[in-house]
């Protein structure tokens, strides 16, 4: 996942400077696996637990922050 580096609100919006991740979301990277989204064949346990843990890191990261992400979905998790 990349690495977020401040968040601040100006007037009405949010911003979150992070670090430019090359890699696409989460959504390219099990495509570029998977025959499809259905079939996680080619995916480790041991490499699924560890996005999981670093998803749930992160979303605990901005949650003690304050902030809530009501649209958690592959599309918007970032790989770096």
Avoid: W
């Avoid at 998977?34 to 998803?55: H, T, W």
């Avoid at 749930?56 to 918007?76: A, M, P, Q």
Wanted: charged share 30%; proline share 2%.
């Amino acid at each position: 996942m990349c690495q977020t580096y401040d968040i601040f609100k100006n007037d009405e919006f949010y911003y979150v400077p992070m670090e430019l991740c090359p890699h696409g979301t989460l959504r390219d990277y099990i495509k570029s696996k998977c025959i499809n989204l259905y079939n996680l064949a080619k995916l480790k346990e041991k490499e699924v637990l560890s996005i999981f843990e670093r998803i749930f890191e992160g979303y605990f990261s901005i949650y003690k922050c304050g902030f809530l992400h009501r649209d958690l979905k592959t599309e918007n998790i970032l790989m770096r």
